[in-house]
């Protein structure tokens, strides 16, 4: 029994007047079980983890166990869209369209709790996927390994396409991504007397120029890579020399290898400034996702499944530098993630993004009949 439309909306808007931080999505959680524990139980098994959970359903005459991951937390983004059910945790939105994940996910199992599957399904409700990444950590749990599904599927909204619209291809979907703090510590001092101190406000921005030239002198032009520095943050005032620069960037990699030339490079580049403004250079990593690599022949078999289908639309997607810790699961299982058109008007990430709702019943049927599909095989 699917929820009808109503259902889904309603139970959309909830999770996103909640939208919470990695780890700390005590609200979603608990809104998650409310609803899964209102489902028949006969086929469920629920195991939680951290703030997530692990819901196996049971198949009927399993041959396969197949996965289906959706992510849970919310981004540190202060909402301007004036809707009604807009967040109501002042500084935080689901920005990122992972309330719309939940609410196809938790419709999906509830599907398949009524009418019981022939192979297992496991649903993986995850958190932390904006960091600091949750895929990883809940792979090694004991409850994954004993339920380790034979291959997994995720989906991600997509703005920038139309409602009815699925998009994905083989091989590279999302780039490797990783993140890094720069702390640069030297002496402070006056500002009519710069030659007794070291103004870490100069050093800072030639370590950020330079960090560009790794882009365009050391990778492959063939390659793809990206260097953002977002956050610089430095000096108290005009005529006082900054002894502190702090600078938080990202890092976005169409290849593994040149994810480790990059940073190798930044290594390297931290400490030409160290010695050239005579200061410490402190380079810190921060979360660091791998990509996400569609399996050829289960993506292919999606495709095949979904330009069948007359209700969606498909389009073949392009690599994207966005980062996402599913591939976390597919760099060790078979598998895909397929982008859902939307149509919000605003792209990801920002604090006007309102995706269209009438993308979740079309995700939930669709991705059912596929499901269900799959199992037929």
Known sequence: MIYSDDVMIELRRDFHKIPEPGFEEFKTSARIKKQVDDMPQDYLTIEPWETGYFIKVQGSNPSQTIGY??????????EKTGLPFASEH????????????????????????????KDNLLFIFQPAEEG??????????????QWKPDWMMALHVDPLRQVGTISTKPGLLFANTGEFNLHLQGKGGHAAFPHDANDMVVASSYMVTQLQSIISRR?????????TIGKIESGKKENIIADRADTEGTIRTRSKEAMQLVKQNILDMGEGISKSFQCNVDVE????YKQVWNDEARVSSFINFIEANPNVQFELSKEAMTG?????????????????????????????????????????????NYLTSEMKR
């Open 324 to 368: 996402e810790d599913f591939g976390f699961f597919l760099d060790e299982i078979p598998g895909f993630m397929f982008w859902l058109g939307v149509d919000g008007e605003a792209g990801l990430h920002e604090p006007t993004l309102n995706p269209k709702e009438a993308a979740i019943p079309i995700a939930v049927e669709t991705v059912k």
């Open 90 to 117: 002042e500084g935080f939105m689901h920005a990122c369209g992972h309330d719309f994940h939940m609410t196809i996910a938790l419709s999906l199992l509830n599907h398949f709790a009524h009418e019981q599957p």
């Open 132 to 145: 600091p990444g949750g895929a990883e950590p809940m792979m090694h749990s004991a409850i994954f390994k």
């Open 285 to 288: 990593w921060g979360s660091s």
């Open 69 to 78: 991951r959706t992510d849970i937390d919310g981004l540190p983004v202060d």
């Open 219 to 227: 990778i492959n032009p063939l390659d793809s890579a990206v260097i």
